[in-house]
């Protein structure tokens, strides 16, 4: 049994067993089968990073718990000091004893146990947007989370994700978005490809990236946007569905040379997002 480092804030509660049930939000997270289990029963997910839990408190969403290493319960006394004042717990361990419990090494020293928030509706979110991604059965978290940076940074005003689509709220997503994820409105669209035609009703032009015959070049659409425009993107390998293919009003590709034929759907978000974002 470790001795809890002297310098702790009061109140912050020293835990040297990786079974302590109070910790219990946080153990092996790398499991994702068991995150799915648990995060839709109590409406948890994982912040990681003192950058990333002020990025989810400044987007309104509340706190549970927050677990640090002993430097950086001393250090981040910002987060530690009004958690306390809230009653929320906020727990301190070895890194070894941390890295235990999670089943990974917590290289930002700090994660938080989030009250998941009720997604808002379709409309809600797309409403005044200009530009939208729809992110089609994307099932790779650290793309998912790579798509939400470069739509905050590329003028993409909302995203909505499809069902079979990966949890942008799921620990690597938030972590590889740097926090985005909280910074861009985004919910999920379903049924699909049915939702295809609720945007295209709210005055969306909705754009398909895959390979087609029919397909006009990225630079033809950079040229001639139209005033809202909804970019779908495809899931890794296969990339869209035939039947959004043919339900979307047009379909787009990025040109491509020395032999390659499509981009990783990050990177391919990233181009898409900076030709057509709004001028």
Excluded at 164 to 169: G, M, N
Excluded at 181 to 196: A, E, K, L, M, S
């Amino acid at each position: 049994m470790s001795e809890a480092p002297a310098g702790l804030p009061p109140g912050v509660v020293w835990v040297e067993d990786p079974r302590d049930p109070r910790v219990r939000d946080y153990f092996q997270l790398t499991d994702v089968a068991l995150r799915r289990v648990l995060e839709p029963q109590e409406g948890l997910y994982l912040a990681e990073s003192d950058k990333v839990i002020r990025r989810a408190l400044a987007s309104g969403h509340r706190m549970r718990s927050l677990l640090l290493t002993p430097r950086w319960a001393t250090e981040l006394t910002e987060l530690v000091l009004p958690a306390l004042a809230d009653g929320i717990p906020v727990y301190a361990g070895s890194p070894g004893v941390i890295d235990e419990m999670t089943g990974f090494h917590l290289h930002r020293g700090a994660i938080a146990a989030m009250h998941r928030p009720t997604l808002p509706d379709v409309g809600e979110v797309v409403a005044g947007a200009r530009r939208v991604a729809v992110l089609e059965d994307v099932v790779d978290h650290t793309n998912v989370g790579a798509a939400f940076r470069s739509a905050a940074a590329l003028g993409v005003d909302a995203v909505l994700v499809t069902p079979r689509c990966a949890d942008p709220l799921y620990r690597r997503a938030v972590r590889v978005s740097m926090g985005t994820v909280f910074q861009v409105p985004w919910t999920r669209i379903d049924p699909w490809p049915g939702g295809v035609d609720v945007l295209r009703e709210a005055g969306f032009t909705v754009a398909a990236l895959a390979l087609a015959q029919d397909a006009v070049d990225l630079d033809e659409l950079e040229a001639r946007p139209p005033e809202r425009l909804a970019l779908v993107l495809g899931t890794e390998g296969d990339g869209l569905s035939r039947r959004t293919v043919e339900a979307a009003d047009l379909v787009v590709r990025i040109p491509m040379g020395g032999g390659v034929d499509s981009l990783n759907v990050a990177a391919a978000s990233a181009v898409a997002f900076w030709a057509v974002r709004p001028r």
